[in-house]
């Protein structure tokens, strides 16, 4: 959404592309036998005996599914082809072979029963999916207006020019952006206001480490406050808040209320471990960003709407009106007023929309077909300790999320999750009930961001050659854990106080 004007290493930028244009036959080859070893093993499953799955009553839809899960699994953990592609694999596979818009021989008597098409085709139109556009569009008529510049400039000027002080500014200024701007847009963004900094600390120094560091810390960490700063947090909103599965109607301002202090204290964290392992040499720099914000109609237009859509979004409970309705909100004002054209809808991550909708078509059918509830009867998840269920769910999740998309992490152990902590009921509440595990899932996704390859704004720091794969990999991965440890007793002791649950 925004571009980085970086300037650094262009020489090396260059022979970085030469490089992978020579390895590039090797990674083409190397993905084709990744995608022919899925292939054989989706067509395994799909054709196994069905007493291999140890699932009573299992049906031959529930099995094509099984395979399908796989076949999700294995393309967004190697990443054969881009994540969204393989939503839409998910999606077509559904509906070609598990829905009653099937090819005809795979709708034959005696399969199981069927997905609805029209359920899976309103995948891409779920509500959470209107909550990501209008986050997008708020943050293109933003960058359009220039507001969102001004913003970071009045924003950053009380930090003054205390190196340390700066530091802060930085995490803190872009923790607050990533609430409710892509935590990818933020990082871009708040990496272009580097340069100027840059050009007053010597090269040598820690210092430049510690502020290329602080935004995807402070990106990742942020996007936890609101439902809408992060994918995982609105895919566990969607479950908890499901009308015909757990209906606990937790609502944006809600989730605000716990989420903001725990995020404010994750970023003073990140704060005090950079300023300690990455020390400053220069005790004073100067900030100076570029870009006015227009003036005129338009731009008092985006104030207005920004200001309006997140008073509504955090006082949903008392207006009435959903955070899912007040998405569109902005989208229909910039639209009507002409703050966005059809060529800004160019601008929308569509990427993101089609990863998330894939997902929730996966967790639909898990959930529609009965296979979710199949699989949680034949395995004794009622047998277990709660605690093992949550240490277990997070710790998947945060390794998982290292190394794939944290949203096609979400996408895959949310709709389990939430099956299996229905069908427990109330042996979850000795450790806080079912949001501790679902919004714990989240969390453990967000803390996820040891590697370059963990997140959008890992990539995006690690891009500008500023900092290495030790130090990002050392910071990612002290203050992810901090953030495991405080955010789930936070979850427990919220639960315990019937905050939540």
Not at 311 to 317: H, N, P
Not at 476 to 495: A, K, T
């Amino acid at each position: 959404m925004f571009k980085i004007f970086t300037g650094f290493h262009l020489l090396d930028a260059y022979h970085r592309e030469r490089r992978a244009r020579r390895a590039h036959p090797n990674k083409i080859l190397k993905k084709t036998a990744l995608a022919a070893v899925i292939a054989l093993i989706t067509l395994w499953l799909w054709n196994a005996p069905a007493s291999m799955f140890g699932i009573e009553g299992l049906t031959i839809v529930q099995q094509r599914i099984i395979a399908i899960f796989a076949f999700a699994t294995l393309m967004w953990l190697f990443e054969v082809v881009p994540a969204w592609a393989t939503s839409v694999g998910i999606m077509g596979l559904l509906l070609l072979f598990c829905s009653d818009s099937a090819l005809l021989p795979f709708q034959a008597e005696g399969v199981g029963e069927l997905l609805k098409y029209k359920d899976i085709m309103a995948s891409f139109a779920d509500p959470v999916i209107m909550l990501f556009i209008g986050g997008f569009v708020l943050a293109i008529a933003a960058t359009k207006t220039g507001l969102d510049a001004q913003l970071a400039r009045i924003l950053l000027k009380p930090f003054g020019s205390k190196s340390d002080n700066v530091l802060l500014g930085f995490i803190l200024i872009t923790g607050i952006f990533s609430m409710f701007v892509s935590n990818t847009a933020t990082a871009a963004m708040m990496l272009t206001f580097l340069t100027p900094v840059f050009k007053q600390l010597p090269p040598e120094g820690k210092g430049r480490i510690a502020l290329t560091l602080s935004i995807p810390l402070a990106a990742n960490l942020g996007g936890m406050g609101t439902p809408i700063g992060t994918p995982p947090n609105a895919i566990a909103l969607k479950y908890l808040n499901d009308p015909s599965g757990l209906n606990m109607n937790l609502g944006f301002g809600e989730w605000m209320s716990f989420m903001l202090p725990f995020v404010i204290v994750m970023l003073l964290v990140s704060w005090l471990v950079l300023k300690i392992i990455f020390p400053f040499t220069q005790k004073t720099i100067s900030i100076k960003i570029e870009g006015k914000m227009k003036k005129g109609f338009k731009t008092n237009v985006v104030i207005v709407t920004f200001i309006i859509t997140v008073l509504l979004w955090m006082f949903d409970k008392l207006t009435g009106i959903n955070s899912y309705t007040v998405a569109l909100i902005p989208f229909v004002v910039f639209a009507l007023t002409g703050v966005i054209n059809k060529d800004d809808l160019d601008e929308i991550n569509w990427s993101v929309i089609w990863m998330v909708a894939g997902g929730f078509a996966l967790g639909l059918a898990l959930n529609k077909s009965g296979l979710a509830d199949n699989a949680v009867e034949s395995i004794p998840f009622g047998s277990f300790s709660p605690l093992i269920i949550l240490v277990l769910s997070g710790l998947v999740c945060y390794a998982l999320s290292n190394f794939i998309s944290n949203s096609a992490t979400a996408a895959l152990l949310m709709p389990i999750l939430a099956t299996v902590c229905t069908g427990m009921g109330d042996k979850l509440l000795p450790i806080g009930g079912t949001p501790t595990v679902l919004i714990g899932v989240a969390i453990a996704a967000s803390s996820a961001m040891v590697l370059p390859i963990s997140t959008p704004p890992n990539a995006l720091a690690y891009s500008t050659n500023l900092v290495q794969q030790k130090d990002m990999a050392k910071i990612g991965l002290l203050v992810g854990l901090i953030s495991l440890v405080l955010g789930y007793g936070m979850l427990f002791l919220l639960g315990e106080l019937h905050m939540i649950s």
